[in-house]
């Protein structure tokens, strides 16, 4: 039988993967002042045996006050890098899973209680809540507290603060660095009409809503190793009238390629609470698709992809390059495993586990 198309292995930048799953990034609400600890280093690293290519850090925030949640991990200072290193390092004693993270700031969309208790957002004056940042001072809902617009001297900080978070990510040994420019975080408030309201340069024209998240990108790419790929995540529609549409986030995603980043992670909504979404499995590969027509570089496809075949075809029919999984991931952590063995793939898996394949499946686990 020939080798499925979802266990074949991509170079990206010098980075070997060894097949086409990825694990997306989820977030935990769960770390201590931005602080990883043992719930990360047991989250990270289950999944960090799971025989995916790629294991992705949740959204983490370059700033503060850029946390979705006051529970949010974090990359900002001294304490939030010295607690991911430690993270880290015991993951990376026991699997060489290569490792990203996907950098974040949650704009007008922050300041919010976890979601298990309701999530709504906290006004500045709560012990739990701050005042919020975006491009333009128009607050998510009615319920929402106004953010304050960015000026010309908070965009740079918010930049720098970018660039500072992928140094440290660097010197943590992280393997590639996801640029969030999706589900209405800051970024895609800049390029989304429905959140950008701005008269300066970086508001009116795509081109204009476009130079924010740009000038972010290149002080990333800048502040990674070369050497190591750059990602982003795009929300290619906001699934409201007037908003961002697929044809727009091409032109973006053309320019992120123009400017260096390695791979394009195609995702949708999340800008507007208007937005009605046609949900369903696979119902955002079709934006990975028209990504991958127009585009050089790999492209990550996502959205409620849970059955082997499902992602097999994804890939050997050329619809995107990779597959993410998320919930997916935490309901079956060993979901490669099983997929490999339907499909007849091949996985890591630790020597400790190796006595754990079934007999039927007895070239399952590489031990090479």
Known sequence: MAKPALFASIDIRGLRLENRIVIAPMCQYSAEEGCMNEWHLIHLGK?????????????????PEGRIT??????????????????????????????????????????????????????????????????????????????????????????????????????????????????????????????????????????????YPLEVFDAVRDAFSSEKPVSARLSATDWVKGGLEIGQTVVFAQELERRGCDVIHASSGGLHPSQRIAVGPSYQVPFARTLKQNLHVPVVAAGLISAYEQAEAIVGTNDADMVAVARTALFDPNWPWHAAAHLGGKVRAPKQYLRSQPSRYRDLFDTE
């Not at 799971?50 to 700033?63: F, H, K, N, Y």
């Open 47 to 63: 999944l960090a045996l799971s025989g995916a290519a790629l294991l992705t850090i949740e959204a983490t925030a370059v700033t």
């Open 70 to 211: 006051y529970a949010d991990l974090g990359l900002w200072n001294d304490q939030t890098y010295a607690a991911m290193c430690l993270t880290v390092e015991s993951i990376r004693r026991w699997s060489d899973m290569p490792i990203g993270i996907q950098l974040s700031h949650a704009g007008r969309k922050a300041s919010t209680d976890v979601p298990w208790n309701g999530g709504k957002q906290f006004p500045p004056t709560d012990a739990l809540g701050w005042q919020t940042f975006a491009p333009s001072s128009i607050p998510y809902s009615d319920s929402c507290v106004a953010p304050t617009e960015l000026d010309r001297e908070a965009l740079k900080r918010v930049r720098d603060a970018f660039a500072a978070a992928a140094r440290r990510a660097d010197k943590v040994g992280l393997d590639m660095v996801q640029l969030h420019v999706a589900h209405g975080y800051l970024l895609h408030q800049f390029l989304s009409p429905l959140t950008n309201h701005r008269s300066d340069g970086y508001g009116g024209s795509l081109e204009n809503r476009m130079r």
